[in-house]
């Protein structure tokens, strides 16, 4: 889990600068926490999930305030928006092909791999499904004790921070 550190601590390293629609900051300052946590082997489930809540809280807010920004991409961002309580709720087999491998988006007539997979609506639509998939798999560690469930949690984590560089 330590080399997963150097990976989420460089991302963290980019200062944040103004963000478009989202608390770029505080959001790293989130992940930054929970990923110290995780690496000190501090693996308070609640807390952990709740700082993955206000990941999900943030990435909604922003994606609704892009989605007011970005006509082109609005439905589409409401829709992820609308859609973040129920994604906690999936298992990990079901949230990688609905929301990581795009086949959620059928419901509104949207194939995400039209879309930019480093553009502002992929990064906003990560800053949501990326923290949601790290709650199911601290359930998962919570039930199992597996510890790769955390590696997944710091995995998840660490491709939301580069998404964000794109949103600044």
Not at 142 to 151: I, T
Request: proline letters at 4%.
């Amino acid at each position: 889990m330590k080399s997963h550190l150097f990976a989420v601590a460089a991302g963290l390293a980019f200062v944040a600068g103004p963000s478009i629609a989202l608390d770029v900051a505080g959001y790293r300052a989130i992940v930054g926490e929970t990923v110290m946590a995780i690496n000190a082997g501090d693996v308070d489930v609640a807390h952990l999930v709740g700082l993955q809540e206000q990941l999900i809280a943030m990435g909604v807010a922003g994606a609704e305030e892009y989605a007011a920004d970005a006509p082109d991409h609005a439905e589409l961002m409401r829709f992820v928006a609308k859609s973040a309580p129920a994604m906690t709720e999936l298992t990990l087999e079901e949230i990688e092909p609905a929301w990581h491998e795009g086949e959620a988006f059928a419901e509104v007539g949207i194939d995400v791999h039209d879309l930019d997979h480093f553009g502002p609506a992929v990064s906003h639509m990560d800053a949501i499904i990326h923290p949601a998939t790290a709650v199911i798999a601290l359930r998962a560690y919570a039930a199992s004790g597996d510890e790769d469930h955390l590696d997944q949690v710091i995995d998840e984590l660490s491709e939301v921070v580069e998404h964000l560089s794109y949103i600044e």
